[in-house]
């Protein structure tokens, strides 16, 4: 029998995650979701369907296998409905253990203009390197495995903006995933102002940082 002594405590820190990003307006209603991956990698936590991330309680996670096996259904809940991405990137990438998938509105607004959010500041250039923009499935649906893990086949993207839908935000824990959910809001917000602005003075464009680090600039520099 799988050992899953960490359950308690993956349940736990997604309930935190999960109260953080309602907190900070990042998702509201029962909508978006997040997961994490168990120490012994073959099943994962994941929040129900028609849950509130301000809802989640140890009685109503789910648990389920990276074969798509449900092994829980706390409260007779259902996984996710996008549990099958989440699954998918688990398996294509052992160096990601969390995902946070939620629907912020100013990169969501940037995501439904068809316009890719700009790493525009040292911050995502060092956190982030680039957040694609991924389109709607091709009958106009919402994204699924299909159009998220060709994207994330490359091991380098840690974050990714849906088209008409929401972000993702991938890493080694649930904390670093949300930082990513947190630094895609704030540039998109970012973003918003910067352009209005450059509209405002008649410009057309501003330059961008090449580094996201002063050692890097340094290294560069020789």
Known sequence: ???HSDLHDKMDALIAIARRCFDRGLQTNAGGNLSVRLDARDAIVIKPSGVGFAECTRENLQVVGLDGTIA???GGLKPSKDLDFHLDLYRIRDDINAIVHCHSPWATGYASAGVEIPCLTVQTIEKIGRMPLIPLSPNGGPQTEVEISPVFRDPSIRA???AN??????GPTLMAAQYLAEIIEETAQ???VRDTLIAARGRSAAEL???GTAAGARAAAG
């Not at 839908?165 to 991938?170: E, N, R």
């Open 190 to 192: 970012i973003a918003y």
């Open 72 to 74: 829980t259904t706390g």
């Open 1 to 3: 029998m799988t050992d």
């Open 209 to 211: 940082p090449r580094f």
């Open 165 to 170: 839908h929401g972000t993702i935000g991938v």
């Open 160 to 162: 990714a903006v849906l």
